[in-house]
């Protein structure tokens, strides 16, 4: 099967910093089948693989080391709705859910 047969999906992640956070001017980066790609706060779109899992990775970088790392590993039954929230201090883990209004 070629890259254009592919059938894919969109989903939509919420990429959340707090409200307080010893870090600034620090962006997301969004890792989807191991590709990463820089992202923006708020909320966004991505295609993904409609017929198989596929793991969404979040991570930030403050030009010093990595911090906030999160993964999902969304398979094709899930709501293709998911959440990351950073973590407020810039050495800790970030965690990515699928929202309760998102459940079925």
Known sequence: MSHEDETTRRIQLTLRKPWFALY???RPTLVI???GQPAQWGV????VPAD??????VYLFNRV???GQAEFSLDPADAPSLVYRAP???FLRGRIHVP???RA
């Open 24 to 26: 600034g001017g620090v």
């Open 44 to 47: 966004g779109t991505w295609q």
């Open 88 to 90: 407020a201090l810039p």
């Open 33 to 35: 089948a191991g590709r």
């Open 100 to 102: 309760a209004d998102a």
């Open 52 to 57: 198989r899992p596929v793991t969404v990775g």
């Open 65 to 67: 080391w990595r911090f």
